[in-house]
């Protein structure tokens, strides 16, 4: 019992973008116009990474020419928060996603340029190392999941749907830990057991792809709502986006460790 309340609360996916309750809103006076497809939603997850992309060009250039990080200080909380605000609208009411996911979009990349210009400071070339690996891994676990390499089963979706939310509760709770002076010492150490954790992460946030790809398939099949493009763009768009942050944080151990 406690196994189907977890998958009916969140879904088949263990990104909390997707809630089961948010592809069954139907109604049955949608015309076949107004359903969702799975080209649609390709079509503005491209459009979404591009918005990503434009922002945060903007912001890795304000860095470069002034050479002074706190210079784009303002563009990463302003997007962070920003984007977390745009990010649980569109979470609570996926009805807003076509309006608000775009919104996300936008701010978020004000936030990841910031972030990746002061890895990239620290650790010249190792963005461009982030952002390719971040694209093979997402073409390989597509090409995986169509070819029936990997199978989403039940068992499959709750293991990811665990391990995700402890990762996300053990983020919280060193975050909360951060303002007593204290923290979880392997989240952000660069020795083995901090690149073995970062490892973990690397491939939970990954496994969630083919999640996300069954999720959205099965949406598409199933004649939803048309707004739920955005949404499912939205959702992926987030996991890419968590799954860049975790491999710079990969990567970055391992920098200094030379």
Known sequence: MARHRALQMFGRSGNPAFK???FAERSSDFSTSEVMTL???VNKTGLYLLLCFMTAAWTWNQFYSSGDPSSVMGYLIFGTVGGLIAALVTIFKPTSAPISAP???LLEGFAIGGISAMFESMYPGIVIQAVGLTFFTLASLLMAYKTGIIKPTENFRLMIFAATSGIMLL????FVMSFFGSGIGFIHSNGPMGIIFSLVVVAIAALNLVLDFDFIEQASEQGAPKYLE????FSLLVTLIWLYLEI???LSKLYSRN
């Open 103 to 105: 919104i996300y979009a």
């Open 20 to 22: 089961s309750k948010a």
């Open 230 to 233: 955005a949404y499912g763009a």
């Open 248 to 250: 710079l944080r990969l």
């Open 39 to 41: 080209s649609g939603t």
């Open 171 to 174: 983020y919280l709770l060193s």
